[in-house]
């Protein structure tokens, strides 16, 4: 596993370590079942404080990219159903949301593709 990290960039440390596992493991560089370092491992190598590390590996989990075994360690989870299931509930909250507020189905799918757009031209 191979990360960078960039002082100078406008994202928190937390918040590339998080990106970066997640693409990673997104695009299979990380299998599941992959082992990751333990947190104070990882932020010794990259130069960080732990308590950044750790922020970041819990966004990951909250994510259902990484899951924690206990003292076995933290892996790679098995994604992609449950990021599947995780995004399905946040579209049925925003379609719910974006009807109370009176929104037809242009507009409503006009913010998605924005938000989706300023989202992934950042990384």
């Given at each position: 596993m191979?990360?960078?990290?960039?002082i100078d960039d406008s994202a928190p440390p937390y918040e590339q370590v998080?990106?970066?596992i997640s693409e990673q493991a997104r695009t299979g560089v990380l299998p599941v079942g992959y082992?990751?370092?333990t947190v104070r491992g990882l932020a010794e190598s990259l130069g960080l404080?732990?308590?950044t590390v750790a922020k970041a590996y819990r966004a990951l989990e909250t994510d259902g990219?990484?899951?924690t075994r206990g003292r076995n360690g933290t892996f790679v989870a098995a994604a992609g159903s449950a990021a599947e299931r995780e995004a399905a509930l946040a579209a049925q909250a925003y379609v719910g949301r974006?009807?109370?507020l009176g929104l037809d189905e242009d507009a409503?799918?006009?913010a998605v593709?924005?938000?989706l757009r300023a989202a992934y031209e950042e990384g």
């Open positions: 191979t990360l960078k990290i960039h998080r990106a970066q082992r990751l370092p404080a732990a308590n990219v990484i899951e974006v009807r109370r409503a799918l006009g593709r924005d938000a």
